[in-house]
């Protein structure tokens, strides 16, 4: 079993500031990391998939990188707007399950 | 947009009960998954399925649990005989590419089981 977790459990920002969160897994037997934006009442919706070492990935305002030697994961939002309201979830995957973190609670106040 | 369906979206059931928590996964995708997230816990691998046949699964999926591609749409999960500490949160999810560890994965609404 992979222990993934995620900090902070929850985040208030407002409007407009930037923001960011970590995933951490163990290093080894990593393969790949996803990211999940979840609001509620709605299924999670994928955000980014990494799997090398110094990856970065962008959609919009949100990027993500990933250290492997390490074991971490930083996610970015720049200019936190209302609608990045949600709860941003990581998954590690092992070449042959996914360990999921906690999520990290984002509320934007306009 | 294409997107995974679950039906239903809630259901209760009797501890002891069969119950099938059904999906429809995007048409053309090639891998199948199921996740379950009890209240208050992180979400849960299930199990992957493949080519019609089960491809990884975890601890959680025990001789209880089931998965069966019926025809060429649906995706089922059975439940056995449900206990108390099976009501969860039940997610589908399927994946278009041929490495189910690095696709993306387009996730159901969920069934919420409560097993009374």
Redesign the interface.
Known sequence: ILNVEQSPQSLHVQEGDSTNFTCSFPSSNFYALHWYRWETAKSPEALFVMTLNGDEKKKGRISATLNTKEGYSYLYIKGSQPEDSATYLCAANTGNQFYFGTGTSLTVIP | EP??TQTPSHQVTQMGQEVILRCVPISNHLYFYW?RQILGQ????LVSFYNNEIS?K??IFDDQFSVERPDGSNFTLKIRSTKLEDSAMY?CASSDLDNP??????????TRLTVL
Do not use: I
């Open positions: 997107e995974v996740y992180k979400v849960e691998f990884e975890s601890e997610f560890n690095t696709d993306t994965q387009y996730f159901g609404p969920g």
